[in-house]
């Protein structure tokens, strides 16, 4: 584990001091440590590299897409969990099936499917097919939080005079807090990586979410060889993901053993 922390880490590191320095420091002495921070890297590639727009497209077509993942992962996996009918289980394996499959098998079609509902290029479309790429695992790991949790809450509920909306919107969800969070942040790094399909369905620079934005960068800024805006631009990149991994470890470690004992 010390191993492959150290692995892991040691590029993130090098990267994170590569963006203070300058691109002779970078070229020459690549391993030392900035005696003087470069600020300017980092200003730099919020401006001139336009990372400060990428950033704000990727928050709106992830956050989107987020959303609505969790609200439609949660009700189909609550209704397989709770409600028998006839069909449960094919509904069931066909979710999991979806996630054994992969997208870029599906790329071809899918685009043609998204440009015929004029879609293309837009936040909607994107956040429409990042929901439907991420519900199957949704679904899947929701699941087990929801046949797990007491059905004497939900019948004590029913009896009160609750809908079966008001037992899933304020008794069942709040319930399964951990799962939620857990795969939020799941979700949230699987959406916030994806190349593939904004490489595909967003063609307009303009609406470029960060992962194209980066592909741009590394291209546009090796040519003028600005390294040390590109390091600024991968560090800004990476700031989100650190942030929102540190901030809810506790509940994704909740959340991967809640569910594990009856």
């Given at each position: 584990m010390l191993c492959w922390g150290a692995v892991t880490a040691l590029p993130l590191l090098w990267a994170v001091l590569s963006s203070f320095k300058t691109d002779q420091q970078i070229l020459n002495d690549p391993w030392s440590v900035p005696t003087t921070p470069h600020f300017e890297n980092w200003?730099?590639?919020?401006?001139?590299?336009?990372?400060?727009?990428?950033?704000?497209?990727?928050?709106v077509v992830v956050g989107g897409g987020l959303?609505?993942?969790?609200?439609?992962g949660s009700l189909v996996a609550y209704a397989l969990a709770r409600y028998d009918f006839r069909g449960n289980r094919i509904v069931y394996y066909t979710f999991v099936a979806?996630?054994?499959?992969?997208?870029f098998l599906a790329i071809v079609p899918?685009?043609?499917v998204v440009r015929q509902l004029h879609l293309l290029g837009t936040y909607q479309g994107l956040i429409l097919v990042y929901a439907a790429y991420a519900v199957p695992f949704t679904v899947f790991f929701l699941h087990s939080f929801f046949r797990t949790l007491p059905g004497e809450v939900?019948?004590?509920?029913?009896?009160?005079?609750?809908?079966?909306?008001?037992?899933?919107?304020?008794?069942?969800?709040?319930?399964?807090r951990p799962g939620l969070v857990a795969v939020g942040i799941f979700n949230f790094l699987g959406l916030w990586n994806q190349y593939l399909l904004p490489l595909v369905l967003n063609p307009d620079p303009d609406r470029y979410v960060l992962a194209q934005g980066l592909a741009s960068l590394s291209v546009s800024q090796g040519y003028r060889s600005d390294w040390s805006g590109l390091f600024a631009g991968l560090t800004i990149a990476m700031l989100p993901v650190l942030i929102a991994?540190?901030?809810?470890?506790?509940?994704?470690r909740a959340g991967m053993t809640a569910g594990a004992v009856k």
């Open positions: 200003s730099r590639a919020w401006n001139q590299a336009e990372i400060g727009r990428y950033l704000l497209n990727s928050l959303l609505l993942t969790m609200l439609l979806a996630m054994f499959f992969p997208v899918l685009f043609f939900a019948e004590a509920a029913f009896m009160d005079g609750c809908s079966h909306a008001g037992v899933f919107f304020r008794v069942m969800l709040p319930m399964a991994y540190v901030a809810f470890q506790r509940h994704i």
